[in-house]
């Protein structure tokens, strides 16, 4: 079994927009979720319906049908590289 860790980061408009570089990531496998956290609470919010309420996107910029699959959006890291994600 893979060994979860979670990494949360806050970033300015600003910086996002000119990219965001994170260092020393071993080898191995991750996903991205990425959202704006207009209420500050460092979760992604949602309404009653379960659906987001607040801008969001994911690793390989899955097309989004039912339930997320975490094969969608993980991706195998080996080197340095570049992660485009756009939001919902």
Known sequence: MEERQ???KKYSPQQVIKGITVESLPAGNY????FQDKDENYYLTRNNDGM????????????LQGSLVMEQIKFSHHKSQTQTINFY
């Open 31 to 34: 996903a991205i979720l990425a």
């Open 6 to 8: 979670f990494i949360i």
């Open 52 to 63: 987001p309420v607040e801008y969001f996107g994911l690793s390989n910029n899955p097309v």
